[in-house]
């Protein structure tokens, strides 16, 4: 069922495994609708998502008290799960809060401050389904870090409303604003700021290619998260896995929809056509088969390498957004693993857990950007600030080398600026 990419023997997996090349229409596209919303605020909005998502909405931002009604209204399994989510991620998040550190060099006092975005933006995917996860990945960190505004934009349906869930979830993580504005028209307006949408400081949030372009577009005005585009699953799998469960979490990542990749690593072919036979029997009865066919039809393979070594050098060139290693010696596997957005090791430890309550976040990067960039985490909504101190006695012994430096490097006034000190 799934394609198969025999790489058994080839010494160059970079090359073998390099992605096809961008489609440049979406990138026009996103351009277009930024441009638009910049120009044309609140009215653009209003035309745009009339367009895409099939309704027109006079108010965009959703009242503040639908927030706290949605979630008093939660049944109670749902609240209960919720919470629970809630405080995994809170304490996972809350762990990796810093203060900053000062070093005292002799009179030189050098301190790093670490200080919260004034205004964080969030986005949540909707459309196909409500992401109320996702309200709390993007949200929780932010008011962990000290952010004092945190907004919310999520696509309305085809009614205008946003679904109750997703607003219980943001009253649970203490979201200031929701906004029903979806796409990378929403990524636009909270970049620039509309009428109705203030400008953020940063944005962050998973989406669909068209969101993960336009947090690329507006990088540099805005900050960004990372490019946390549709979704990827790559499983390194062998004979000592069950073969139902790894086509389960093939068939989980492939649910989310188009765009993203499916993948499995294995050296060993009688895996490979287990893992087909399963994908199979569990299609049958699938909810959602028909579109989980043309996703794993576009993105799904089987890559077949040499061996574990292989297998290492494949993770690193592939820089999957969720890795999951169903094999033996996974552990000692996840330490060689230098790029993936989270690795899941063992049979029990599906991508899954990560998207709802491990407590990790599962906004991540995708695209192969794992290279170097990292998963959603507090740090993503502060500055780091340096502070310099210094006494007349440290500034006396180090003035010289300033001095010599900033000539060596033609800039005579950087030097006058401390030798001007020395002669006072």
Not at 58 to 87: F, N
Not at 88 to 98: M, N, S, V
């Amino acid at each position: 069922m799934l394609a198969r990419s025999d790489l058994r023997g080839v010494a160059d997996l970079t090359s073998a495994l390099a992605p096809p090349p961008d489609d440049p229409g979406p990138v026009h596209a996103v351009r277009e609708i930024v441009s638009e919303v910049r120009a044309r605020g609140d009215a653009a909005l209003r035309d745009l998502t009339e367009r895409f998502d099939g309704c027109r909405v006079d108010d965009l931002r959703v009242p503040t008290a639908d927030l706290a009604a949605a979630l008093e209204g939660l049944g109670s399994e749902v609240r209960e799960s919720l919470e629970y989510a809630h405080a995994e991620i809170t304490a996972y998040h809350a762990a990796q809060r810093t203060g900053g550190f000062t070093l005292d060099r002799d009179g030189v006092r050098l301190t790093e401050r670490v200080v919260p975005v004034a205004r964080a933006g969030c986005y949540v995917p909707g459309g196909r389904a409500a992401y109320p996860s996702t309200v709390l990945m993007t949200a929780v960190p932010a008011r962990i870090a000290g952010v004092d505004d945190v907004v919310l934009c999520v696509p309305p349906g085809p009614d205008g409303s946003v679904p109750a869930v997703t607003l219980a979830a943001a009253a649970l993580a203490g979201v200031d604003e929701v906004f029903r504005v979806g796409g990378a028209q929403a990524i636009a307006a909270m970049a620039y700021g509309t009428e109705t949408i203030p400008a953020v400081d940063v944005i962050v949030g998973p989406g669909n290619v068209y969101v993960a372009l336009a947090k690329r577009e507006v990088a540099g005005v805005v900050g960004i998260d990372g490019f946390a585009g549709p979704s990827e699953v790559a499983i390194v799998t062998d004979a000592t896995a069950d073969p139902r469960w790894v086509a389960a979490d093939l068939l989980a990542q492939a649910e989310h929809g188009p765009g993203g990749a499916a993948v499995v690593l294995t050296w060993d072919d009688d895996v490979a056509d287990a893992v087909d036979r399963a994908l199979v029997e569990l299609l049958a009865d699938a909810p959602g088969r028909a579109e989980i066919e043309v996703t794993l039809g576009a993105t799904g393979r089987v890559v077949l390498v040499d061996d574990v070594d292989a297998v290492r050098a494949a993770i690193d060139v592939l820089a999957p957004e969720h890795l999951e290693l169903a094999c033996a010696d996974a552990e000692k596997l996840a330490d060689d693993v230098r790029n993936a957005g989270a690795i899941f090791v063992g049979n029990y430890a599906p991508a899954a857990l990560g998207d709802y309550l491990a407590g990790v976040n599962h906004v991540l990067p995708t695209a192969r950007t794992a290279r170097f960039a990292s998963a959603l985490r507090v740090d993503t909504f502060c500055k780091h600030v340096h502070v310099v101190e210094v006494d007349a006695p440290a500034f006396a012994r180090v003035a010289p080398a300033v001095a010599t430096l900033a000539n060596v490097e033609g800039l005579v006034e950087h030097a006058r600026s401390v030798t001007i000190r020395e002669d006072t």
